[in-house]
């Protein structure tokens, strides 16, 4: 079996990033481009084309596990995501004042949360170092690197619980949900380290304290953006960050979105399944997102890489892709007129 076209279908998700590119060059508003693609071009396209609920045959989950170009499209998001960070940093900023310059932020901040910690989260389950570290990195500029910790040792344990911070309740607005999710995972974040390290006493506590290596990081990045950029600079990077991190908790709202596993009389949950998380099988939403939509199988097997992933019929569907999910989910009442009929009775509080 060798490559074919098919399996380059996931180098559309390096749309976003040219759609800013693009931007860039055409300047002044085009900053916004970024944005009217992601929600306006990729929601027509999805009603446009077809859904696929295709998964591959064992021979070929062998083979394409081991096929290394898919995990270099992963990891040449790395040069896309931090150049056009500084490209933003030394010719935007400066160039354009006020409402521009926010909507090349905005947009920064849809690429940094889909091609940045998207990826992070991606390659955070991965089983080598590197990736894991390369994750890391991606997490940075969003600032929000707790979130490798919170997401393998918290979220994957207590996803579709009332004990899981990223998990939006029944009912529950997307705008309190970042607040809860927001805060509730860095609280977490802080009782897992701190349960990691407590076998561990004085400076070897603190050299294993992963979350003071990422703030350590986090405020490196932040002074070198001030002294290197200056002000304005760190403010607007502030900002990329802010948009990318609710994009991000957007994601989770939706991809959990009242559905709650069962308490059992030992006072343990019932496992995790297929049938608590909200899958999407729209391809534009796929690919751009290097199959994250296909959330229940990734929550069964959170090892196994994005392109093997598979389509579960038992996993309830949205009945959009994600991106359209993502701007319905900010009006709450159409939100909960379109999604709440769709939550399992027996899951309903």
Same mark, same amino acid.
Not at 340 to 345: A, G, L
């Given at each position: 079996?060798?490559?074919?076209?098919?399996?380059?279908?996931?180098?559309?998700?390096?749309?976003?990033?040219?759609?800013? @590119?693009?931007?860039?060059?055409?300047?002044?508003?085009?900053?916004?481009? @970024?944005?009217?693609?992601? /929600?306006?071009?990729?929601?027509?396209?999805?009603?446009?084309?077809?859904?696929?609920?295709?998964?591959?045959?064992? #021979? #070929? =989950?062998?083979?394409?596990?081991?096929? !290394?170009?898919? $995990?270099?499209?992963?990891?040449?998001? %790395?040069?896309?995501?931090?150049?056009?960070?500084?490209? /933003?940093?030394?010719?935007?900023?400066?160039?354009? $004042?006020?409402?521009?310059?926010?909507?090349?932020?905005?947009?920064?901040?849809?690429?940094?949360?889909? +091609? !940045?910690?998207?990826?992070?989260?991606?390659?955070?389950?991965? @089983? @080598?170092?590197?990736?894991?570290?390369?994750? =890391?990195?991606?997490?940075?500029?969003?600032?929000?690197?707790?979130?490798?910790?919170?997401? +393998?040792?918290?979220?994957?344990?207590?996803?579709?619980?009332?004990?899981?911070?990223?998990?939006?309740k029944y009912n529950q607005p997307v705008y309190s949900f970042w607040l809860t999710s927001v805060?509730?995972?860095?609280?977490?974040?802080?009782?897992?380290?701190?349960?990691?390290?407590?076998?561990?006493?004085?400076? $070897?506590?603190?050299?294993?304290?992963?979350?003071?290596?990422?703030?350590?990081?986090?405020?490196?990045?932040?002074?070198?953006?001030?002294?290197?950029f200056g002000f304005n600079a760190l403010v607007w990077g502030l900002i990329v960050a802010l948009?990318?991190?609710?994009? %991000?908790?957007?994601? +989770?709202?939706? #991809?959990?979105?009242?559905?709650?596993?069962?308490?059992?009389?030992?006072?343990?949950?019932?496992?995790? =399944? #297929?049938?608590?998380?909200?899958?999407?099988?729209?391809?534009? !939403?796929?690919?751009?997102?290097?199959?994250?939509?296909?959330?229940?199988?990734?929550?069964?097997?959170?090892?196994?890489?994005?392109?093997?992933? $598979?389509?579960?019929?038992?996993?309830?569907?949205?009945? /959009?892709?994600?991106?359209?999910?993502i701007v319905l989910s900010l009006f709450p009442p159409l939100w909960f007129f379109i999604m +709440?009929?769709?939550?399992?009775?027996?899951?309903?509080?």
């Open positions: 079996m060798s490559l074919n076209t098919r399996d380059l279908k996931y180098l559309t998700a390096y749309s976003t990033p040219a759609v800013f @590119t693009l931007s860039v060059v055409m300047g002044g508003y085009w900053g916004f481009a @970024t944005i009217a693609y992601v /929600f306006g071009v990729v929601p027509i396209l999805e009603l446009l084309l077809p859904q696929s609920q295709e998964n591959l045959a064992s #021979e #070929e =989950k062998i083979k394409k596990s081991k096929w !290394g170009i898919f $995990d270099l499209l992963l990891y040449t998001n %790395l040069p896309i995501v931090f150049g056009l960070l500084a490209y /933003f940093y030394t010719n935007i900023v400066p160039q354009y $004042d006020g409402i521009i310059v926010l909507g090349y932020a905005l947009s920064l901040g849809i690429v940094l949360g889909a +091609n !940045g910690i998207n990826v992070a989260h991606e390659l955070g389950h991965r @089983t @080598t170092k590197t990736e894991r570290f390369l994750g =890391k990195l991606l997490l940075c500029p969003a600032l929000y690197m707790h979130f490798y910790i919170e997401h +393998n040792y918290g979220h994957h344990q207590h996803a579709a619980t009332p004990e899981d911070p990223a998990t939006a805060f509730g995972q860095l609280k977490s974040a802080l009782k897992i380290q701190k349960n990691l390290v407590r076998h561990k006493k004085g400076l $070897d506590a603190l050299w294993h304290n992963d979350l003071l290596w990422y703030a350590l990081t986090q405020g490196l990045y932040l002074v070198l953006v001030f002294v290197v948009v990318a991190v609710l994009l %991000l908790e957007t994601t +989770n709202y939706i #991809e959990h979105y009242g559905l709650m596993r069962p308490k059992k009389a030992s006072g343990r949950y019932a496992p995790v =399944k #297929e049938i608590h998380s909200w899958n999407s099988n729209h391809l534009m !939403g796929r690919i751009l997102l290097y199959e994250l939509t296909r959330h229940s199988d990734h929550h069964y097997r959170s090892q196994k890489k994005y392109q093997l992933l $598979d389509h579960h019929p038992t996993s309830p569907e949205l009945p /959009f892709g994600y991106p359209t999910s +709440n009929p769709r939550v399992p009775s027996e899951m309903k509080p």
